[in-house]
């Protein structure tokens, strides 16, 4: 089974602090991606990798950095976490082919509370 | 650019309801369609999908046909359980680029 594991399930920090949410896969994928999950909004894009030291930015990477220095693992920091940033993250990892139907695999998600 | 929209929840059904979440598309081309799904506390999985116009994603007692003249993926259930609530998410892809997903439908089943 592709198991995509994140760091914390839960984290809080404080206005300010830099923060490091940390996303392994272990099927050699190629693709990664970070999300946010926020209520009425949905998911939205933040960045994602299609290789090692790869990256591109999503719909929203404005206060967000990445890290993909191996494979497997895709960091998304928050340079100074602040309280709209509070939010569901989500990574996914998907295999790199032509076929545009195949599935992405997604970890179960990092609550964090900024206060 | 491509986008997916989908109803607004949440929806409320009794066990054994049947029940029907919209999803309609824009896209360029002929992307491929997925439905996912979120159980309470845990991230997102494939429910089903479809790669061209008229095939049918099926899992779970859940279908979805993929209907290019209408522009539309809905998802559908012939007799929905508890277990099912969740909220599910529409989405596309065209070639090798990020899923578009839509903002989701909270599904409620009660006993």
């Known amino acids: 089974d592709v198991k995509v594991t994140q760091s914390s399930r839960y984290l809080v920090k404080r206005t300010g602090e830099k923060v490091f949410l940390e996303c392994v896969q272990d099927?050699?994928?190629?693709?990664m991606f970070w999300y946010r999950q926020d209520p009425g909004l949905g998911l939205r894009l933040i960045y994602f990798s299609y290789d090692v030291k790869m990256k591109e930015k999503g719909d929203i990477p404005e206060g967000y950095s990445v890290s993909r220095e191996k494979k497997e693992r895709f960091s998304l920091i928050l340079e100074s976490a602040s309280t709209n940033q509070t939010s569901m993250y989500l990574c996914?990892?998907?295999?790199?082919?032509?076929?545009?139907?195949?599935?992405?695999?997604f970890g179960p998600g990092t609550r964090l509370t900024v206060l | 650019g491509n986008s997916v929209t989908q109803m607004e929840g949440p929806v409320t059904l009794s066990e054994e309801a049947f029940l029907t979440i919209n999803c309609t598309y824009t896209?360029?081309?002929?992307?491929?369609l997925f439905w996912y799904v979120q159980y309470p506390g845990e991230g997102l999985q494939l429910l089903l999908k479809?790669?061209?116009?008229?095939d049918k994603g099926s899992n779970k007692g859940f279908e979805a046909t993929y209907r290019k003249e209408t522009t539309s993926f809905h998802l559908e259930k012939g007799s929905v359980q508890v277990s099912d609530s969740a909220v599910y998410f529409c989405?596309?892809?065209?070639?090798?680029?990020?899923?578009?997903f839509g903002k989701g439908t909270r599904l409620s089943v009660i006993a």
């Open positions: 896209a360029t081309g002929y992307p491929s």
């Open positions: 099927m050699d994928h190629e693709n």
């Open positions: 989405a596309l892809r065209r070639g090798n680029t990020p899923l578009v």
């Open positions: 479809a790669t061209k116009a008229d």
């Open positions: 996914a990892s998907r295999t790199a082919s032509s076929g545009q139907a195949d599935t992405q695999y």
